[in-house]
């Protein structure tokens, strides 16, 4: 190597990284990206092949750059609620000091939307706290990357606004969630709550759920959007079937919660998690189950890390013999083999990857421009209008619902009946995280492997959850039950009282533009002859990409 190519960079500061960016930002719209001085120390370097490659390794990142610049700037489109409401009551603010109606302190509200804007370390440090509990990385929402979108850049529209009939929707479901979190979803076709709960939902003209001809039916109570939610049973066959950790056998058994104790139903109980509070621990069934019911559903996505179900899924559709699709430049290869590239380690890293850039798009809507409240707190506003403790606007299709009447009956309170101890995490509740994971992992995996590949040998949990059955009925295929997985995970949180639908729904898409985003730039990166990628979104529309 030439005594030129060992020659360091001059040393990155802040001062430097940001002028670079201005930089950069002007050469882009000029078109001029060229002229950059670092990219033109490199090219005069000598010609040696170290020096090729690091030119040519700059070349990829610089496209990439640009790639990711011609996206253009989000339009973001946040609720007026924060400011057009007294009170910050439609705002997000658990964790922080609240009065005896649950009413956030005003100067502490003020010191957290300050910390927001000012993005300064220092000025997050000072946000008062209620108690012990931390929030949630809200700094994570100002963090870069180096794939894929920009975070400010997919974008989630306004979420349904406080005093709305969609938003009151959206909480009747919630709380026929929580009712019948201990019903099997095998019993729901035969089951008098459920039958109550798909006929409320049908007379809610402002319900956003999937529908058969006009109807919610116990076929499509609390499912996803997408096609392949609405085919075979409740729960996608990739958090059923044992997982090929090679050369162990994962059985898909959970540690779930113990039916019938739910949370944060008492009006003091409540406003303890509001301010803070130290929660106690859940209490767990003797022994391991498979998910057959909301509260197990709901128990998954409480313990499980960031992708572990696409993991999962992406290794039992591999051991299924799901193989690339017809994109994949190795399918038909005489003398190679995939592995590093367009191979299981390229797809497991992809997996890993477009995890934590769909997060940072997440953490950028939930903190900077939504902070939309949790339904934890909002039947909190709920409960203290019925008890005459503060004026809360809320629409008036809520007081008439039949699933609040029972939800009183049943635990006394019109708070929605929390499934975890600590009730919902500290961050705030729009889009979902869970979701937005979900939309960016079952993107790449139906880029990569055959959708229309016939999962064979298809079960279903047992209502006792001891045992899987033989599932009888239509074909599951990897697409249709990866879209399925997808709404698992993303509504899955909804069974716990932690989400709103929307939460689900709109995550799933801001994982999806995330995802597609990045498998873009992928095609800056190889060597093969590759034509890019298809799949079918989560609409039903096939894309290609790249």
Request: aromatic residues 8%; proline residues 7%.
């Amino acid at each position: 190597m030439s005594d030129d190519a060992k020659t360091p960079l001059a040393p990155l500061t802040r001062r430097g990284l940001l002028a670079g960016a201005a930089a950069l930002g002007s050469a882009a719209f000029g078109g001029a990206l060229t002229t950059d001085p670092l990219a033109a120390a490199i090219r005069t370097r000598p010609a040696s092949p170290e020096n090729r490659r690091l030119a040519e390794a700059f070349e990829v990142r610089r496209k990439a750059a640009e790639h990711a610049m011609r996206r253009g700037a989000g339009v973001e489109s946040a609720s007026r609620d924060e400011d057009g409401i007294p009170g910050r009551i439609a705002c997000y603010s658990k964790g922080l000091p609240h009065d005896e109606r649950g009413v956030v302190d005003a100067k502490a509200f003020e010191a957290y939307r300050k910390a927001l804007a000012s993005g300064e370390p220092e000025d997050f440090e000072r946000i008062p706290l209620g108690g012990f509990v931390k929030l949630a990385n809200p700094q994570a929402s100002r963090a870069f990357d180096l794939m894929g979108p920009d975070a400010s850049q997919p974008q989630c529209p306004p979420a349904p606004g406080f005093s709305s009939p969609e938003q009151a929707a959206e909480l009747v479901e919630l709380y026929w969630h929580a009712l019948l979190r201990d019903v099997p979803f095998a019993e729901y076709g035969a089951h008098p709550l459920a039958g109550r709960a798909a006929a409320e939902l049908s007379g809610l003209s402002a319900f956003q759920g999937p529908r058969e001809n006009g109807e919610v039916t116990a076929a499509t109570l609390f499912r996803g959007e997408s096609a392949g939610d609405r085919v075979g049973p409740y729960i996608s066959q990739f958090l059923w079937k044992s997982i090929p950790f090679t050369p162990i056998r994962v059985e898909a058994k959970i540690r779930t919660a113990v039916p019938g104790v739910d949370y944060a139903t008492g009006w003091d109980d409540w406003l303890a998690l509001q301010n803070g509070a130290l929660a106690e621990v859940s209490r767990f069934e003797p022994a391991p189950l498979f998910i057959r019911n909301g509260r197990d559903l709901g128990e998954y996505v409480h313990r499980d890390f960031t992708y572990q179900a696409f993991l999962g899924a992406c290794l039992i559709a591999l051991k299924a013999g799901a193989q690339p699709d017809g994109g994949n430049p190795y399918k038909h290869s005489r003398t190679q083999g995939a592995f590093t590239t367009f191979g299981q380690p390229y797809l497991l890293y992809l997996l890993a990857v477009v995890t934590q850039v769909a997060l940072k798009a997440c953490w950028y809507q939930k903190w900077l421009v939504h902070r939309r409240l949790r339904p934890e707190e909002f039947a909190g506003r709920v409960e203290a209008h019925l008890r005459k403790a503060a004026e809360m606007p809320v629409h008036a299709s809520l007081f008439d619902s039949a699933a609040l009447d029972e939800a009183r009956r049943r635990w006394g309170t019109a708070l929605l009946a929390q499934a975890y101890p600590e009730g919902c995490p500290t961050h705030p509740s729009y889009p979902s995280g869970h979701a937005a994971i979900s939309g960016a992992c079952a993107t790449v995996l139906k880029a990569c492997l055959d959708e229309t590949h016939v999962l064979p040998e298809p079960v279903v949990a047992s209502s006792d959850g001891l045992t899987l059955e033989p599932w009888k009925g239509a074909d599951l295929t990897v697409g249709n039950e990866l879209d399925k997985l997808a709404a698992n995970i993303a509504l899955g949180r909804d069974f716990a009282g932690l989400h709103w639908r929307s939460d689900g729904i709109e995550g799933l898409k801001l994982g999806e533009e995330v995802a597609i985003g990045l498998l873009e730039e992928l095609r800056f990166t190889g060597n093969e002859l590759f034509s890019g990628f298809t799949l079918r979104r989560f609409d039903g529309r096939r894309v290609s990409v790249g």
